[in-house]
């Protein structure tokens, strides 16, 4: 197999793995080019059927043109699709800017928060998340099966070691397991898969005659755009091989503070 095949390989073992570990099992899906490649690799692993619901975060500040994209894959796959949203926080004006908060709390309040409700309605015991190691230095500590507490805490510091691809299944009273199918890709790999299945992704990747593109999507309050004149995913490939800036150097609320990122993240954040 050539080094694809084996990344497509591993990552259906581990959406195997946990659809036959877990008896409520839901799929993080951002509508992005991470989490549409895993909507992709479980067709193949189900034969064409995804067998658990996708969980949408809506924060109110959504890219139309992402949402458009959701709903299309949406009904072009035939999908189950969950959306989560914190009501409370805009009756409460509890958002960024319109409120006193931080982008950082805003995340957490607009996203973590609605995840918590979601979680907790439906008690999910694994979420697949489209996490990679390569993406953000916090993100390199993960596990593929990693444990989350009742409050959603990821207590980084106590983590199941994963030896011979043995995976931690035991969920504790209302804690869940995040399940990281795409752990040993790199932005490159994905892009690369995505060519070569012809995966459909959001055109908000692409520049459009304007000398930018988005590199990674978010609220449009934070997510900055990235130079770049790459009009085709071929274009995206060529130019990851010449680029030094982080995929993320977009994303507003990871320059907040140093170690942003990480608070999020051991909070509960994706």
Known sequence: MNHLERLESQSIYILREAF???????????????????????????????????????????????????DKLVRDWKLNLIISQNVQAFKEGQTFPAGKLTRVQCCGVLKKEALKQTLDRHRFQGLIVGVRRDEEPTRAKERVFSPRTATMQWEIEDQPPELWDQFNTEVPEGAHIRIHPLLHWTESNIWEYTQQERIPVPELYFDHGTGQRYRSLGCHTCTGGFKSTAKSVAEIIEELQKSRVSERAGRAHDHESEDAFEKLRRDGFM
């Open 20 to 70: 036959s570990s877990f008896q409520s099992l839901a799929m993080l899906w951002s509508a992005g080019k991470d989490s549409n490649v895993i909507l992709w690799l479980a067709r193949k692993a189900f034969f064409g059927h995804v067998p658990f619901p996708m969980v949408y975060i809506d924060t109110g500040y959504e890219m139309p043109e992402l949402l458009a994209f959701r």
